[in-house]
């Protein structure tokens, strides 16, 4: 998994790089959307947190006492958060023209709803070690 997540960093590097080159180019019209512009920004920055996070969260479900089913709840909620909440801030507001987002931004919630599940179903599995 960890190496999985590992090779996730270069969309989030192009990313980065789509965002500068947005702001450099006025015909973009990037700068012409303050909301555009905070998706867009939310969406890297959640990108690039959530791996760091899902990488941390690799490590600490190898200390986990949890059923099997519920490891890889664990393992995997963390990566897809990293997925589905910046697909939601940057495919919702698509459009420079924008002034609200599209249906795309369920995709933030379902998300959160998987980083919840995750980060909730790994602290149970350590505290679970660190009692036996």
């Known amino acids: 998994m960890a190496a999985v997540i590992l090779l996730t960093i270069p969309t989030i590097q192009y990313g980065g790089y789509f965002l500068l080159t947005s702001l ?25 947190v959530f791996v760091i996070l899902a990488l941390v969260c690799q490590i600490l ?33 698509t459009s420079p023209g924008a002034v609200r987002p599209n249906g795309f931004v369920s995709l933030i919630y379902m998300g959160a709803a998987s980083l919840a599940v995750a980060v909730l179903t790994l602290g ?7 009692i036996r």
């Open 24 to 48: 450099v180019d006025r015909s973009s019209r990037y700068m012409d959307n303050p909301l555009r512009q905070n998706f867009f920004r939310a969406g890297h920055a959640h990108a690039g």
């Open 124 to 130: 149970v599995g350590l505290l679970r070690s660190s």
């Open 61 to 93: 479900a190898d200390s986990a006492t949890l059923p099997e089913p519920w490891l890889w709840v664990a393992r995997i909620g963390v990566p897809l958060a990293a997925i589905l909440l910046p697909a939601g801030f940057f495919l919702s507001m």
